[in-house]
């Protein structure tokens, strides 16, 4: 059984793999102030309900995108499991082939995203899309070479953002309103964040169709990635493991 864990900057998805099968999944949020025995417990929680111990995981590989907490994780890692985890950076073959002006500054997320991306799909031009705190647009060409993308500020942010920086605005559901036209003040809000950001997906992404002057498949993942693609014909496939099964190739490459 193989354990891998993607941290966010608001939530922790992790699995276990066994015999290259994504058997069981779980979400968790992130919190930076845990120590690894409070981490350790939750995990042995969710395990515990479909009958896992700790001594039943032989390998362990970790991505993340918030610094602060990997200490603690890998501490965890190292008391609980007895296992030294590998953790996506330096040191660690992806077999991606980055073409960014500092190769370094590509976040975890978005070279797993990649490699799982190719490994599914490959053979293709692909654009990644994945709906998390922030939103990430990767392109990878039909040589497999990533070649860049965007970054734009999530949902979950901006809606914040209203209600923290407009006093009368209220927090909302994120969810499909019945109308595009709000008949009152969360119906409008509703309208504007999730046909905003379809609209900002079909920009984006039909923008850098233009630049590249090639077909892509379209690939969405993350939690919101369904809601939005509902909305659009933009996106050809929605996959919400993505990043977890990038996670496990890249735990392979490296054996």
């Known amino acids: 059984m193989i354990l891998v864990l993607n941290v966010g900057n608001s939530n922790i998805a992790l ?3 066994v015999k290259d099968k994504l058997t069981y999944h779980w979400r968790m949020e992130t919190d930076r102030h845990k120590t690894e025995d409070e981490y350790a417990m939750q995990i042995k929680s969710f395990f515990a309900h479909v009958g896992i111990e700790f001594e039943q995981i ?3 590989i970790i991505s993340s995108v ?3 907490i990997m200490y603690v994780l890998e501490e965890m890692c190292r008391k609980y499991f007895h296992i030294k ?3 996506v950076g330096p040191g660690v073959k992806t077999g991606l082939n980055i073409k960014y002006d500092n190769p370094k500054e590509v976040g ?7 490699v799982a991306a190719l490994n599914e799909y490959g053979g293709q031009p692909l654009i990644v899309i994945d709906f998390g705190t922030a939103i990430t647009y990767c392109y990878i060409n039909e040589k497999g070479d990533y ?3 965007a970054i734009a500020p999530g949902i979950a942010i901006s809606t914040e953002s209203l209600f923290t920086k407009a006093s009368k605005l209220p927090r909302i559901e994120i969810s499909r309103p019945s109308n595009i036209i709000g008949k009152n003040t969360i119906s409008a809000m509703q309208s504007g964040v999730l046909y905003g950001f379809v609209g900002q997906v079909e920009g984006i992404v039909g923008r850098m169709k233009e630049q590249c002057k090639e077909e892509p498949l379209v690939i969405a993942t993350g939690s919101l ?4 693609s509902n909305e659009t014909k933009i996106i050809d496939v929605v996959d919400p493991f993505l990043t977890l099964k990038g996670l496990h190739v890249i735990y392979k490459r490296n054996q």
């Open 108 to 114: 975890a997320d978005r070279i797993v995203n990649a």
């Open 85 to 87: 985890p590998y953790v």
């Open 66 to 68: 918030v610094p602060p």
């Open 147 to 149: 070649m860049g993308g």
């Open 15 to 17: 699995g276990i793999y």
């Open 58 to 60: 032989e390998g362990i």
């Open 225 to 228: 990635a369904k809601l939005i």
